[in-house]
């Protein structure tokens, strides 16, 4: 039985599958949030005198077993359940009969999915957020322990000037200062309570939204009923936002690392069992990690625009396409947490090698520090440049001096403290 279903109602099946779509797949994901939607707003229910308190300690007790199967693995979507809203009435109808006819008073499907989005997302980007602080501190330790070993700098993937192992590791801990100060405003946007919004016009029941907003741990409501409804796809959007801005982060660090494991460049490399061989080639190492995270990563990316084109031209009000948020976003969440984990527990093995620019064929990346090594002795700039270049030209440049990089964010001022307090405010440490 459908929570909108009349005595008289007989939807077509081919109706019926395509409307619920991929519903009951994602809505397991939503379960335990429902559930603490649902104790929220029977007891305040119970509270503004909807619910007598005898049926409000059945309901509550019931949904607290529900909770737990759900926790263990026990509860399921019967064929007959349209979605997990359903189910959860239809077994507390039939427990406790009349009582669990009265949990929908005072709310409607549509609001009951957006604050089961709400919480989901919610608690989707926590999680997000001590993953990439995993990675920020890794990246950080790394770029410690290695600030002294020297990697060519490029740009246009020609050989350009010397970097660092400390500054390439710690280039991406400070990119994701900057991620993170989306992904929390994007939390932002979850926390906040559209329950009580109804169909997006409110109920003529006298509700009590502060009061499920202090029992849900929101930091405050959506006021107006029609925005709270509007709000959907928008919240998604904005966390697609946040998390397409971390995507970016990872494929990129992962393309430098599929570059820097060639063996034209022999920078890194990782231990045989996180590499994959060749069917043919024996001497294979691939670097399939970084490949799948790239490609995950970079359909990520593509989230936000998807949801874009989805809501962008809806009138203000519900409309079945808000449905469809569900099967964009949420495997994307899923990606994103796998590619996290999967990043550092390859960086955490990864092996830098010494002494690379020792090798002739960098000499060239030193020009800049020739320059530089004039203009102190009091030539000019532009003087110093033609020097070089007529030296580069004629075969005879060479540089044995030392580097002297010392100016913030250099190879010989990392600012790792400094980063690290970026990110303690981005993350709200």
């Known amino acids: 039985m459908k929570l909108w279903q009349k005595e008289s109602t007989n939807t077509s099946e081919l109706i019926e599958q395509f409307t619920v779509g991929r519903d009951r797949e994602f809505d397991l994901l939503l379960a335990p949030f429902d559930v603490q939607g649902s104790l929220a707003h029977v007891a305040m229910l119970e509270r503004v005198g909807l619910l007598p308190a005898n049926e409000y300690v059945l309901i509550k007790k019931e949904l607290e077993a529900i909770h737990k199967d759900i926790e263990t693995g026990n509860f399921i979507l019967s064929a007959d359940a349209e979605d997990i809203h359903s189910q959860i009435e239809q077994r507390l109808t039939e427990r406790l009969g009349d009582a669990g006819k009265k949990i929908h008073s005072g709310r409607s499907r549509n609001d009951q999915v957006a604050v089961d989005i709400k919480l989901y997302l919610r608690a989707e980007v926590m999680q997000i957020k001590l993953l990439v602080l995993d990675l920020f501190e890794l990246l950080c330790r790394l770029g410690e322990a290695h600030k002294n070993k020297l990697l060519p700098g490029y740009t246009h993937l020609q050989l350009a000037m010397p970097s660092s192992f400390g500054l390439w590791f710690t280039a991406y801990a400070e990119s994701l200062t900057d991620d993170m100060d989306l992904l929390m405003t994007a939390y932002k946007m979850t926390d906040k309570n559209p329950l009580g919004s109804g169909a997006g016009y409110g109920s003529s029941f006298p509700l009590n939204r502060t009061y499920t907003t202090e029992l849900l741990g929101f930091s405050s409501l959506h006021f107006n009923s029609i925005y709270a409804q509007m709000s959907r796809g928008k919240t998604e959007r904005f966390v697609a936002m946040a998390i397409s801005s971390i995507a970016a982060t990872l494929s990129r660090l992962s393309m430098d690392a599929c570059l820097y494991m060639n063996q034209n460049f022999g920078f890194i490399s990782f231990p045989d069992a996180l590499t994959t061989g060749s069917s043919i080639m024996p001497h294979k190492k691939n670097p399939d990690v970084f490949e799948l995270i790239r490609g995950k990563c970079n359909r990520i990316q593509s989230v936000p625009n998807e949801l874009a084109l989805l809501i962008g031209n809806l009138p203000s009000g519900y409309h079945?396409?808000?449905?469809?948020?569900?099967?964009?976003?949420?495997?994307?969440?899923?990606?994103?947490?796998?590619?996290?984990?999967?990043?550092?527990?390859?960086?955490?093995?990864?092996?830098?090698?010494?002494?690379?620019?020792?090798?002739?064929?960098?000499?060239?990346?030193?020009?800049?520090?020739?320059?530089?090594?004039?203009v102190n002795n009091g030539i000019t700039f532009r003087d110093a440049y033609r020097q070089v270049a007529g030296e580069v030209e004629n075969g005879t440049f060479s540089f044995s001096g030392t580097l002297q990089h010392t100016h913030e964010g250099s190879i010989g001022n990392l600012c790792i403290p400094e980063i690290k307090n970026l990110m303690a405010i981005a993350a709200g440490l």
């Open 320 to 374: 079945r396409e808000m449905q469809l948020t569900k099967e964009i976003l949420f495997p994307s969440i899923t990606d994103l947490k796998a590619c996290l984990k999967m990043a550092c527990l390859m960086l955490e093995n990864v092996i830098v090698k010494d002494n690379i620019l020792e090798e002739d064929r960098y000499k060239y990346l030193f020009t800049v520090e020739r320059v530089n090594e004039l």
